[in-house]
């Protein structure tokens, strides 16, 4: 704010000081002014002058209160935007008999990828709000197919894929989630082509995509299930790597290597809590207007 102060007033400054230049020359040419009809115009030009240098100090303060209302409002539009998306992604989670914790994890695991790749502005806000909505589409699956503890007959499964379809729908249209939609349209795709819906491959899969789908395997590895318990961080990277060129993009399971320890010794082990303000840090650092 102090910047933009200082800004605004070296513009206005900036105008302003020319005229009041002429102003001064106007006036020591009306002492000077012999002819009648020469300081009588002279006098206009230099009330003129004045009233522009008063108008550009109240315009000053008229622009402070306009920028000042501006950083409110968008401080209470980024504030609807985080509780909106920790909601729906508490309720996805939810759906899934799961607490919200996994997603603020694989968001923050997925954020931290995405910084080192050197991704930032609105690829890293569409690579945060698709990991909060990744499995957005869940929230159509019946309850027998979802929670089934067994295995899934093919006509189950086929439903359990089409929550990637779902959640397209789900968030297609809906202003700021829709920059979501990459990863909620791509994040079963496979570096080989395998992967479902569209059977993409390597770089044809969008970026925030192939980084998310890393955070959310090493998460699932390194948490603790009903069937598991958690992988220590050197097996679940040892998976990893069996998997980069058919699962994972090599070169980003590369760039994980680097970080899986400090990732997993800062977010596996957070409770609830500390994983909501991991992700709240990073949501506000890259969603800042
Ligand atoms: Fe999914």
């Known amino acids: ?10 513009r206005i400054a900036s105008a302003a000081l020319p005229l009041a230049l002429l102003a001064a020359a106007l006036s020591w040419l009306l002492v000077r002014a012999q002819d009648g009809v020469a300081a009588a115009a002279l006098s206009a030009v230099a009330v003129v002058l004045l009233a522009t240098l008063l108008c550009a ?90 929670l089934k503890p067994g295995k899934l007959t093919p006509e189950e499964m086929a439903i359990m894929c089409s929550h990637v379809a779902m959640g397209e729908e789900i968030v297609t249209g809906a202003g700021w989630l829709e920059g979501g939609k990459a990863v909620v349209a791509c994040h079963h795709e496979k570096w080989d082509g395998s992967g479902y819906p569209r059977q993409l491959a390597g770089e044809a899969i969008p970026l925030v995509a192939r980084i998310f789908a890393i955070a ?37 399971i590369l760039e994980f290597t680097h970080l899986s320890k400090h990732i997993h010794a800062t977010v596996m082990n957070a409770s609830e809590d500390q994983a909501r303000a991991l992700m709240e840090t990073m949501v506000r650092k890259h969603f800042a207007a």
């Not at 220590?232 to 998997?243: D, G």
Request: proline share 4%; net charge negative.
């Open 1 to 10: 704010m102090q910047a933009f102060r200082r800004r605004v007033a070296w």
């Open 216 to 252: 959310d395997v090493f998460d699932a590895l390194c948490s603790r299930r009903p069937y598991k318990e958690p992988f220590p961080v050197e097996l679940a990277m040892e998976i990893l790597h069996q998997s980069a060129g058919t699962h994972f993009d090599p070169s980003l």
């Open 57 to 146: 100090g109240a315009l000053y303060r008229f622009v402070l209160e306009l920028s000042e209302e501006h950083r409110r409002k968008a401080q209470e539009v980024l504030e609807s935007h985080i509780s909106m998306m920790e909601a729906l992604g508490r309720a996805i989670a939810k759906r899934d008999s799961d607490n919200g914790t996994h997603n603020f994890r694989v968001a923050w695991i997925s954020a931290a990828l995405g910084e080192a790749m050197g991704l930032t502005g609105s690829k890293m806000q569409e690579l945060i709000a698709g990991a909060f909505l990744h499995d957005a589409g869940k929230i159509g699956i019946p309850d027998a197919i979802l």
